[in-house]
């Protein structure tokens, strides 16, 4: 009997519609009873974001970007989302979509670093301040309780490793539907990783999954046996 070899891996694609937190390429049907304000002329995504916070009864948004056609540049808030339709440079988002997303994680604070601001409130502050800054993906947030970094709040263009977990910070995404990193930890360590190759005989493998933003984790097997 020959042995196998394993390569877990990670990755990001996209949630289903069915958490109806966030949608790429896919637009809400529009409907008398469902659609609240249509605006022309919208630059961002964050603009359209706005609309919907300052219209009654909003609670998504479809977002058709400049490379969309026939619409662009254009915002539509819904009261209701019944079903979506495909589009291109386009994104269907939930009200509430932009809560943090993070997880008690941090990696290494190096040459990634944007930014690094004293004295932030929460969390929540350290996330919206990341993200006025296009050059900000990821920050990480240190708690009052942290006995070194209190309070403090990095912002970060990409997060790197080795991603090890912490009890007083928090490491997440600007843009919870945009920003996405995967990683796993196996029973031996608490180290974070997007890879890992196994070479011993084994019945079973036991992973624990940590991923920072709204999107899902997809998880790539290669099995090489001898022979």
Do not use: W
């Amino acid at each position: 009997m020959f042995p196998i070899f394993f390569l877990l891996s990670f990755s990001t694609c996209v949630i289903s519609h069915s958490g109806r937190c966030f949608e790429e390429d896919q637009a809400c049907e529009v409907h008398e009873n469902n659609l609240l304000s249509s605006v022309p002329g919208v630059r961002t995504l964050e603009e359209c974001r706005s609309i919907c916070r300052n219209t009654n009864y909003c609670n998504y948004i479809s977002y058709f970007g400049p490379n969309s056609y026939p619409i662009k540049n254009f915002c539509m808030a819904f009261s209701e989302c019944y079903s979506l339709h495909s589009c291109l440079d386009c994104v269907t988002e939930e009200k509430y979509c932009e809560k943090v997303c993070s997880e008690h994680v941090e990696g290494s604070i190096d040459e990634n670093t944007i930014d690094v601001i004293a004295d932030v409130e929460n969390e929540m502050s350290c996330m919206e301040s990341c993200k006025t800054n296009p050059l900000c993906k990821f920050y990480t947030y240190h708690s009052s309780a942290d006995p070194n970094y209190p309070r403090l709040c990095f912002h970060l263009s990409e997060i790197l490793g080795p991603v090890q977990q912490c009890d007083y910070c928090s490491t997440g995404a600007a843009d919870c539907s945009s920003s996405s990193f995967c990683s796993f930890s196996l029973p031996d360590d608490n180290m974070l990783r997007t890879s890992a190759l196994f070479d011993e005989p084994s019945s079973s493998i036991s992973i624990r999954s940590v991923h920072v933003g709204n999107r899902t984790c997809e998880v790539t097997m290669l099995g090489v046996g001898g022979g």
